[in-house]
Each structure stands twice: as structure tokens, then as C-alpha cells.
């Protein structure tokens, strides 16, 4: 596709369920960003992958948060024993080489956990 | 720990008028500012500012670099409705490749 993409767009699960989020970046694109973003407030940080490694996971809030990229495109992001707290838009960006600043962000995923 | 923050938080103006928007940063090792546009979910790319008093400019859009005082501005001339949307700066480091975002300025344009 064009741009990176997101699904789904839409997530409502409830406290204490696992949840996954997929992130498909733009081809040939190397680096791979998740965020996470609060109303009102701006993007934070989670997890950086280069190719198929996590080269920064230092955003992860804790060990309930983990992500994948096995093959050096798609990522997963997943959430076990989701909380009420973890009700954000989960943001995915992806740039051509580590170190090209420019980032292209996907759509985002808004979960919601009740 | 690396910060960024923006003003005005929030700011509405009509049709026709110059608008400034603020960042400030504080980055152990600065690499680079960025600005995006946010309007629905996705934060478009806007600007990526490396170098003091180098002006990028894109149509009625531009931002300059000050990185003695550590700031930068982003302007927009003659504001139009569909300027309207929050806008974000974000700070990368050089150590390592995550980038601090600030909370963004809502700008809404009336007509």
C-alpha cells in the first residue's frame, strides 16, 4: 500500500483480556515506531525496531507490553491483562533507513478497555 | 530526561490571520526538530529542522531552527480553515532513535 496501515482502527476489550495490534509499515521501509497517545497530550514513545530487532524497547511501560516483528515488516504489538489505564490511540511510524528522521505515521489504533 | 514543550497550548484565530506557534526542548544531545500535523489520527510530516537559522518553508508554512536558546517557531500566513488541526514537535537525540513529542498546540481557524 501507500502508507503504513493500522488494524484495527477500533478496539473496545475488556480489563483484564489480551489484545493485539498490527502495524503494516511502507514497503522497503526498515525502521518501525510504536507510540502511544493520550487524549490531549502528544505521541509517546514505546518501542523502536530496527529490521527485525528491537533496538529500543526503553518506552514500554512494563512487562505486560511486548512487540514483534518477525520478518522485518509487520509488527505486533501486544498488551496482555489489558487496564482501564491502557485506553489510548496506539500510533505505528515507519521510516526508509535508522536515522531518517522523517517518519510516516499509520492511522492508529484507538483501544479502549472497560 | 529529555523535554519538550509547546505554546500556546491551544489558540483560535479567523480566516486571513499570521499565527505563531512555539517549541522549546531540552535534549542531551540534540540530532533533530520535527513538526507535524495532526488532524484526525494520523501526524503528517511537516518540517525537519537540523541547523540554526536555516528557514524550511513550504508554501504559506515555515519554521526556523534557534539552537543556542534551544527553541523553534512554525509559522503559518494567511491561516485557512483547513489549518486547523493540532500541531506537534518532537525532539530526536543522539542516542538512540525514539523522539520526545510535546503535547501539540490546537489551533483552530474560524471563518
Known amino acids: 500500500g501507500a502508507g503504513v496501515s493500522q488494524t484495527p482502527s477500533n478496539k473496545v476489550t475488556e480489563k483484564g483480556k489480551y489484545v493485539e495490534l498490527r502495524c503494516d509499515p511502507i514497503?522497503?521501509?526498515?525502521?518501525l515506531y510504536w507510540y502511544r497517545q493520550s487524549l490531549g497530550q502528544g505521541p509517546e514513545f514505546l518501542i523502536y525496531?530496527?529490521?527485525?530487532?528491537?533496538?529500543?524497547d526503553s518506552g514500554l511501560p512494563n512487562d505486560r507490553f511486548f512487540a514483534v516483528r518477525p520478518e522485518g515488516s509487520v509488527s505486533t504489538l501486544k498488551i496482555q491483562r489489558t487496564e482501564r489505564g491502557d485506553s489510548a490511540v496506539y500510533l505505528c511510524?515507519?521510516?526508509?533507513?535508522?536515522?531518517?528522521?522523517?517518519?510516516?505515521f499509520g492511522p492508529g489504533t484507538r483501544l479502549t478497555v472497560l | 530526561e529529555d523535554k519538550v514543550v509547546q505554546s500556546p497550548l491551544s489558540l483560535v484565530v479567523h480566516e486571513g490571520d499570521t499565527v505563531t506557534l512555539n517549541c522549546s526542548y531540552e535534549?542531551?544531545?540534540?540530532?533533530?526538530l520535527l513538526w507535524y500535523k495532526q488532524e484526525k489520527k494520523a501526524p503528517t510530516f511537516l518540517f525537519m529542522l537540523?541547523?540554526?537559522?536555516i528557514e524550511k518553508k513550504s508554501g504559506r508554512l515555515s519554521s526556523i531552527l534557534d539552537k543556542k536558546e534551544l527553541f523553534s517557531i512554525l509559522n503559518i500566513t494567511a491561516t485557512q480553515t483547513g489549518d486547523s488541526a493540532v500541531y506537534l514537535c518532537?525532539?530526536?537525540?543522539?542516542?538512540?532513535?525514539?523522539?520526545?513529542f510535546g503535547p501539540g498546540t490546537r489551533l483552530s481557524v474560524l471563518p
Open positions: 511510524a515507519s521510516s526508509y533507513l535508522a536515522g531518517t528522521d522523517t517518519q510516516y
Open positions: 514497503s522497503g521501509h526498515t525502521a
Open positions: 525496531f530496527q529490521g527485525t530487532g528491537a533496538a529500543d
Open positions: 535534549v542531551t544531545n540534540f540530532r533533530s
Open positions: 537540523t541547523s540554526s537559522g
Open positions: 518532537a525532539v530526536g537525540d543522539n542516542y538512540g532513535q525514539n523522539f520526545v
